[in-house]
């Protein structure tokens, strides 16, 4: 339940984050790299929300779905994150941050993908 929850939290801060990278993205001058970093985090706090819902309702495997909602926030910040920093300073986050966290969202949507394969089945 406090997994979920901080799920939860993380997801309105993704969010919120993603909502002002958009609008940072339309005022900026050449800021496309944050309609991008944007998109990520507003896409997988939704997702976050959803996986969450999912779980609660035992369509997911517990464990593989708690796996793959931590690995959507862990890899939309790398994501968001590595691109925000280019844009306003200038320098990466560290090599190959942003494919970092690519690939760690989709390694979440695959983990959801096994959640609902394994889910128990109720009868």
């Not at 339940?1 to 002002?20: E, K, P, S, W, Y």
């Not at 970093?37 to 708690?66: D, E, K, N, P």
Request: overall charge positive; aromatic content about 6%; proline content about 2%.
């Amino acid at each position: 339940m406090a997994a979920q929850r901080l799920l939860i939290g993380l997801a309105g801060l993704m969010g919120a984050a993603g909502v002002a990278l958009a609008a940072a993205s339309a005022h900026g001058a050449d800021a496309s790299r944050l309609a991008s970093a944007s998109a990520m985090l507003l896409f997988h706090a939704t997702a976050i929300l959803a996986t969450v819902a999912l779980l609660a309702r035992g369509l997911l495997h517990g464990g593989i779905g708690l796996a793959a909602a931590f690995g959507f926030a862990a890899g939309a910040a790398l994501f968001a994150g590595d691109l925000t920093l280019r844009q306003y300073a200038g320098h990466a986050l560290f090599p190959y941050a942003a494919p970092t966290g690519g690939t760690v969202m989709i390694l979440g949507w695959l983990a959801v993908t096994l959640a609902a394969v394994v889910a128990k089945r109720n009868p």
